[in-house]
C-alpha cells in the first residue's frame, strides 16, 4: 500500500514555538543545531517533531493545543500564578497559529466539509507538492483552567475550539487530573453543560479514574480520548484500565495512540529509564493497539494521538523513533499481525476523521 495518510490527534504545536522557542517551520536538524548547549529543557537536542517532518511523513492534519496550567497554591506542579495569567498564555498561543496561517504553513479547519476537502487534497498530493502543503489543524485546550467564565469559553468557541480536556496533571479548578484523585469539582460539571451546549468534544485524557467516570456519567456529548494508552501494558494511572476503555468504546469514543515511552511500557520510571533499558521500539505500540481492538471486536476505536512533543524528546521515545516521520514504518508491523490494509488507513486516520464527520459541527 502506498503512505498513508495521517491524522494525529495531539500536538502540542505551539508550546514548542512559544515555550521551547522552535521555530518548528526549519528542518529537524537545524532545530537540533541550534539547541547544542542549551539545556534549560531536557529535550533540547532531541525534538522529533516539526512541519517538514509532518509532510514528509505525510501528517497533513492535526489536534493542536492550548495548553496552559494554573497552579496556585494547591499544587506543587509547574504552571501559572493565576488562571488569568494562563487565559494569556493560551491567547499568546492562539496567536502563533494564526501568524503560521498568515505565512501558509498551517490551515485552520472548523467543518466537517473543510476537513474533508483539505485531507482529499493531502491524499492526492504527490510527495513533492504535500512538502509544499499547509497542515490542517483543528484547535484544542488541554486542561481547562485557563477558562475564567463561560465567556472565555465561548470566545474560544469562536476561535474554533472543537475539544477540551477539563484537566491536566494534579488538581485543577475544574477537576483532577493524572496521579490526583477525586471527583469533578461543582463547576467541572458546569463546564461539561456548558462544552455540552457548544458542541465541544469532551477529552478524557488525564482526567483521574473519579473524575472520568463522574465526567462520563454528567457528559451526553461525544467524547474521546486523544493521547491515552492501556494500563494493562503501561501500570499506570495516566493510562486507560480495560473498564474504561470498555465504556469509552461503548460511548463511541476513539482512543489515540501515544508514543510517549513511559506510556507504553511497564516500570518506566521518569527522567531516569532510557528506552534501551526496555529495548522499546515501536512496534510495542501494536501491542496497545490490539489490546483496544480485541475489547472493541474490531478496528473502529484506535487511532494516533502521538503526544510527541509534549515535553519530551528521543531520551523518552522509542528507539527507533527520530522523527515523527517514521509513524509511516508502522505500516508494516500491523500488516503483518493480520490487520488489513483498510484496518491500518482506519487506525491511521479513518477512524478519527469517522468520529468528525459524525460529531463536528
Ligand atoms: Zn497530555
Not at 162 to 186: C, F
Amino acid at each position: 500500500m502506498t503512505a498513508p495518510f495521517i491524522f494525529d490527534v495531539h500536538l502540542d504545536l505551539s508550546m514548542n514555538a512559544m515555550e521551547w522557542n522552535r521555530d518548528i517551520r526549519l528542518p529537524q536538524v537545524e532545530i537540533r543545531r541550534r539547541e547544542i548547549g542549551m539545556s534549560d529543557l531536557p529535550d533540547r537536542t532531541r525534538n522529533t517533531v516539526c512541519l517538514p517532518e509532518m509532510r514528509r511523513g505525510r501528517i497533513g492534519l492535526c489536534v493542536a493545543t492550548q495548553i496552559a496550567r494554573y497552579s496556585g497554591r494547591f499544587s506543587k506542579l509547574p504552571g501559572w500564578q493565576s488562571p488569568e495569567q494562563a487565559w494569556a498564555q493560551t491567547q499568546g498561543q492562539l496567536a502563533w497559529y494564526r501568524t503560521m496561517e498568515d505565512c501558509g504553513e498551517l490551515v485552520q479547519l472548523r467543518t466537517w466539509p473543510e476537513v474533508e476537502a483539505h485531507v482529499a487534497r493531502w491524499r492526492s498530493a504527490t510527495d513533492e507538492e504535500a512538502a509544499k502543503l499547509p497542515i490542517g489543524y483543528l484547535l484544542s485546550l488541554e486542561g481547562a483552567d485557563s477558562i475564567l467564565s463561560w465567556k472565555h469559553l465561548e470566545k474560544s468557541k469562536t476561535d474554533g475550539l472543537i475539544a477540551m480536556g477539563p484537566v491536566h496533571y494534579g488538581p485543577g479548578i475544574y477537576g483532577h487530573g493524572t496521579d490526583d484523585e477525586g471527583v469533578l469539582t461543582p463547576k467541572g460539571r458546569e463546564l461539561l453543560k456548558e462544552m455540552e451546549r457548544l458542541g465541544i468534544v469532551l477529552d478524557v485524557t488525564h482526567l483521574c479514574d473519579e473524575s472520568f467516570w463522574d465526567a462520563l456519567a454528567h457528559y451526553n456529548g461525544p467524547l474521546w480520548a486523544s493521547h491515552h494508552n492501556c494500563r494493562a501494558l503501561a501500570n499506570w494511572n495516566r493510562q486507560l484500565a480495560d473498564d474504561q476503555i470498555k465504556a469509552l468504546i461503548d460511548r463511541g469514543a476513539v482512543i489515540g495512540m501515544a508514543f510517549d515511552a513511559i506510556m507504553m511500557v511497564h516500570g518506566w520510571a521518569h527522567k531516569r529509564s532510557m528506552p534501551q533499558d526496555f529495548g522499546l521500539k515501536m512496534e510495542k505500540i501494536c501491542e496497545h493497539i490490539d489490546h483496544i481492538c480485541q475489547i472493541a471486536g474490531n478496528a473502529r476505536h484506535v487511532g494516533i494521538g502521538t503526544d510527541l512533543d509534549g515535553g519530551y524528546g528521543t531520551e523518552q521515545t522509542p528507539m527507533d523513533l527520530d522523527s515523527i516521520a517514521d509513524l509511516q514504518t508502522l505500516v508494516q508491523p500491523l500488516l503483518r499481525r493480520g490487520y488489513a490494509p483498510e484496518d491500518v488507513e482506519n487506525i491511521f486516520s479513518g477512524n478519527f476523521l469517522g468520529f468528525l464527520r459524525e460529531h463536528l459541527q
